[in-house]
């Protein structure tokens, strides 16, 4: 006797449809009332010392003070953060792994074309937790002394200006080509595997000028090892009282690092906002608002929609550029 397919009527089938959304909504609260039983991992693809790093641990103190269980920050450098994040697409949906993403995060799959992952729809946002303006400084043996010297400098040497970066797809970078764009000149990029040596570079007058989160040079700027001459941000910043923003010279002109954290797309919601008050609380405590804003940073804490809709807006300016300045990572 052959068996058919039992037909139901619609209505049987949207009610159980409805009430299994509704056993796995209230599953979904259990986990989360009970979450976290045992230690989390925040995953940082980049290299230890950066500002992300700096971030990830200092929220992750905070969270394992108020969830009571080990939180691990694990760094995993390569490939501009894509091996990590990669890896991190394919991680149980469970809420004990979580990724702290820098802003080539939004920005890798336009640079890399055998990216293995959507940022936009393998990963859950959490909360945007920082944002950073970048800060144009100069070797002072350049003269420059402000953006109109800037200007007149850039275009005059053409080429032999050098603006270092500290890697062919950082924020650094992309924020370079886009001040490329508005000037418009053509000075030489140098990427360097990292800050420091650009930076000690740029001191010892061997590159001429570089686009880097404050946090970075503060110090030499305030020794006056380096000039700063103008900020990415579209209001000046208080560490940096009479520097004006780039964009009282070229309107529109923005670019800031961020950090924020993120989890594997599939993670259960009631988890994600718990982690969100968590995380949002960690940033409000005192003394890491200090730590963080004495170095020009802006502390956030927003909800998930919030940071969703940044990543779209990143995404979409910086594709631009990337396509318009022809940037290919492999």
Wanted: proline fraction near 7%; hydrophobic fraction near 45%.
């Amino acid at each position: 006797m052959k068996l058919g397919l039992m037909r139901m009527p619609l209505g049987w089938c949207l009610g159980l449809a409805l009430t299994a959304g509704a056993v796995m909504s209230v599953l979904g609260l259990a986990h989360a009332d009970e979450y976290p039983l045992h230690p989390l991992k925040i995953v940082v693809p980049y290299p230890a010392g950066g500002v992300t790093d700096s971030v990830a641990r200092a929220v992750g103190a905070k969270l394992s003070e108020q969830f009571g269980v080990s939180v691990l920050v694990e760094n995993q450098p390569a490939a501009g953060g894509v091996v990590a994040t990669n890896a991190m697409a394919k991680v149980p949906a469970d809420g004990y792994t979580l990724l702290c993403a820098f802003d080539s995060f939004a920005t890798n799959p336009f640079m890399y074309k055998t990216l293995q992952h959507d940022p936009l729809k393998d990963f859950a946002p959490i909360s945007l937790m920082v944002k950073s303006p970048q800060v144009l400084v100069v070797f002072p043996g350049t003269g420059i002394k402000n953006m109109a010297d800037f200007m007149r400098v850039a275009k005059d040497e053409g080429e032999r200006f050098a603006f270092a970066t500290p890697g062919a797809g950082t924020s650094s970078r992309l924020s370079t080509e886009l001040l490329k764009q508005f000037g418009p000149f053509d000075s030489t990029i140098v990427s360097y595997k990292g800050g420091s040596q650009a930076i000690t570079d740029l001191m010892g007058g061997q590159v001429s000028a570089m686009i880097v989160s404050v946090n970075l040079v503060l110090t030499h700027i305030q020794s006056g090892r380096l000039r700063a001459i103008g900020v990415s941000s579209m209001k000046p910043i208080a560490q940096l009282p009479g520097v004006p923003p780039i964009a009282k010279t070229f309107a529109g002109f923005e670019a800031q690092s961020w950090s924020g954290m993120l989890v594997p797309v599939g993670t259960p919601r009631p988890i994600i906002d718990k982690l969100n008050v968590a995380i949002n609380r960690a940033l409000n405590a005192p003394d890491l608002r200090e730590k963080f804003t004495s170095q020009g940073a802006e502390v956030l804490g927003t909800s998930p929609e919030e940071f969703a809709l940044w990543l779209q807006k990143e995404s979409s300016k910086w594709s631009a550029v990337i396509k318009q300045r022809h940037i290919h990572l492999d």
